[in-house]
T-cell receptor, first 118, second 112 residues
């Protein structure tokens, strides 16, 4: 139990479907992150929210749409995805987005959603 | 950008010691993390280094040399449960603060 819960754990969807991934953290953190993990590739940062405000969009296609209604919840809305979007999507949280004085805050990850696009 | 390099795979036997290396190139280094990720599970935090030297935590130790852009994770008294992917990640003052740049991970297999 990492304190970060992601649902669903597995998702299979067609390219025309719309679905959402959910992340909830119970750690009292204020920063939340979405990452994409593909086979044989490094973890790729997608979005960062700090105190509910989006602070980073790492050139992610618009078919991925994040939402952060409060510091404990983060969503990733998906529509018209492509086969290359099949991957493990990981959510993470940290106390707050790091500053020069506290860059040592580790990020706590959820178990991820394994997404397969047909 | 950041170049983070670590071996793809390593194998070792139970009870042995293994060292997983990580080299990085970044203009504004601000810390290095090691994470462990078992298949199908979340990456979990192992260690953080920002100053040169060795940080020891039980069976795991992490070393950093900033001048060489080099770190290693040392695992002692290996156990079967240590079979996992080990991820090296760095933070950079020049980018969004707190952003982590990950290597591809080193898949460690521990044999009985």
């Amino acid at each position: 139990e990492t304190g970060v819960t992601q649902t669903p754990r597995h998702l299979v969807m067609g390219m025309t479907n719309k679905k959402s991934l959910k992340c909830e953290q119970h750690l009292g953190h204020n920063a939340m992150y979405w990452y994409k993990q593909s086979a044989k590739k490094p973890l790729e940062l997608m979005f960062v929210y700090n105190f509910k405000e989006q602070t980073e969009n790492n050139s992610v296609p618009s078919r991925f749409s994040p939402e952060c209604p409060n510091s404990s919840h983060l969503f990733l809305h998906l529509h018209t995805l492509q086969p290359e979007d099949s991957a493990l999507y990981l959510c993470a949280s940290s106390l707050r987005q790091g500053t020069l004085g506290d860059s040592n805050q580790p990020q706590h990850f959820g178990d991820g959603t394994r997404l397969s696009i047909l | 950008g950041q170049n983070i390099d670590q071996p793809t795979e390593m194998t070792a036997t139970e009870g042995a010691i293994v060292q997983i290396n990580c080299t990085y190139q970044t203009s504004g280094f601000n810390g290095l993390f090691w994470y462990q990720q078992h298949a199908g599970e979340a990456p979990t935090f192992l260690s953080y280094n920002v100053l040169d030297g060795l940080e020891e935590k039980g069976r795991f130790s992490s070393f950093l040399s900033r001048s060489k852009g080099y770190s290693y994770l040392l695992l002692k008294e290996l156990q079967m449960k240590d079979s996992a992917s080990y991820l090296c990640a760095v933070t950079d003052r020049g980018s969004t603060l707190g952003r982590l740049y990950f290597g591809r991970g080193t898949q460690l297999t521990v044999w009985p």
